[in-house]
């Protein structure tokens, strides 16, 4: 299937895949989608070796990098796990102690520190420069407009800079700092997203962003709902939930079988994992921190993300040894269209079927205008 940014970016079928898995980002990449490598997992040292993984397999074929970029890159690195309030410690030990997993002592904080300095000011700084060192076709910002750096750096090794948001304010916003494509994604998709839903918001940023193409996310995990997508104007379709049930996907046994098993209905908008607002799989963690009378109530990015991913680490390994606390505790993010993922497939499986439910699909309205 041809479409301008298609072409641009040299990939034979416009399907990006966002995933934090090197298999997943090679195997779709390999299958003539787009793969695109989340970088927030990994130190520089990390990303480097899993971009060299990458590299040596798709044998030239593009993908890309997606790092979580602040505003602005610059300042000093603080010790931000020291204003984590003693409440919120508290918090999550009394949640070890009601579902009984093995105690926390505020360790597992003071481990997430060197995750959560990857989204503060220096931290993506070196996940830029290393990305930059590889053959990306794109570098891909969430969370606000691309700083001028990226922009200017990814221009001068001849790469488009492509960036999320969730309203036309925001798209218009992008656009103006620099970003090469706007992927609009809708309040269904799985992670932050903010409130509008995709088939609301992609017609309305196609329209207010002129010449720059669009790639529609949020709700997209078929052939049929990309064909949707691009009746809405939209380049091609970003896609993140559909990869966590492959079987490449790095997502925990005992999350995947919750995510088999989950319907649209059970995911929730919630700031307890990151302190942002990231659709997530509704579990115990969710409703205890945004219901619990006891609640202190999540802090803001970065620090719930001290909080909440040294406490997932411990509860993720507690829920894969069976203990039925951390079962209920555990999630991950997902978006709405879990409610459609009941099979573990290889990702070049569901790239494939994609394609070929899309062509049915267009077949299908072909038909109704003949
Ligand atoms: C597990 C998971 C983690 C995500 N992490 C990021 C991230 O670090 N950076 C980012 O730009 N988008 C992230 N997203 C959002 C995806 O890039 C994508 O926009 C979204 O998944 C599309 O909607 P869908 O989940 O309905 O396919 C994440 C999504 C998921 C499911």
Redesign the pocket.
């Known amino acids: 299937m041809r479409t301008e940014l298609a072409d641009r970016l040299g990939v034979e079928f416009p399907l990006f895949a966002?995933s934090?898995c090197r298999d997943v980002v090679a195997a779709v990449t390999n299958a003539g989608g787009f793969g695109v490598l989340?970088a927030?997992a990994y130190s520089p040292a990390e990303l480097d070796a899993e971009l060299s993984w990458i590299d040596e397999r798709v044998g030239g074929r593009p993908y890309g990098v997606?790092v979580?970029v602040p505003g602005k890159i610059e300042g000093p690195r603080v010790d931000v796990a020291a204003f984590i309030p003693d409440r919120h410690r508290d918090f999550v030990a009394h949640l070890f102690r009601k579902y009984g997993v093995a105690a926390g002592s505020g360790r597992e904080i003071r481990s997430a520190d060197e995750f959560a300095g990857r989204v503060t000011a220096a931290g993506a700084t070196g996940l830029i420069d290393v990305a930059l060192k590889h053959p990306i076709g794109l570098i891909?910002s969430?969370l606000g407009p691309p700083p001028p750096e990226m922009v200017a750096r990814a221009r001068e090794h001849g790469i488009p800079v492509a960036a999320?948001v969730g309203t036309v304010e925001h798209a218009r916003r992008q656009v103006a700092a620099g970003a090469d494509v706007i992927?609009a994604?809708g309040t269904?998709?799985?992670?932050?997203t903010g409130e509008i839903s995709t088939m609301v918001l992609v017609p309305q940023v196609v329209d207010a962003v002129g010449e720059v193409p669009v790639l529609a996310?949020?709700?997209?995990?078929d052939g049929r709902q990309m064909a949707a997508a691009m009746a809405l104007g939209a380049q091609g379709v970003?896609?993140?939930?559909?990869w966590?049930t492959t079987e490449e996907a790095e997502t925990a046994p005992a999350v995947k079988r919750k995510m088999l098993a989950a319907s649209s209905l059970d995911t929730v908008r919630s700031r307890s994992r990151t302190g942002k607002p990231a659709r997530q799989l509704k579990s115990a963690w969710t409703e205890e921190w945004d219901a619990a009378p006891e609640s202190p109530g999540p802090l803001g990015m970065p620090l719930q993300m001290l909080v909440a991913e040294g406490a997932m680490a411990r509860i993720g390994a507690a829920a894969e040894r069976g203990e039925p606390g951390a079962v209920e505790l555990a999630n991950?993010?997902?978006?709405q269209?879990v409610g459609q993922l009941d099979q573990v497939r290889p990702a070049r499986e569901v790239v494939y079927a994609m394609v070929s439910e899309f062509a049915d699909a267009v077949e299908r309205l072909r038909r109704l205008s003949e």
């Open positions: 966002f934090h989340g927030i997606d979580l891909a969430a999320l992927v994604q269904e998709a799985g992670g932050h996310a949020g709700g997209i995990a970003w896609c993140g939930s559909v966590l991950y993010f997902v978006g269209v």
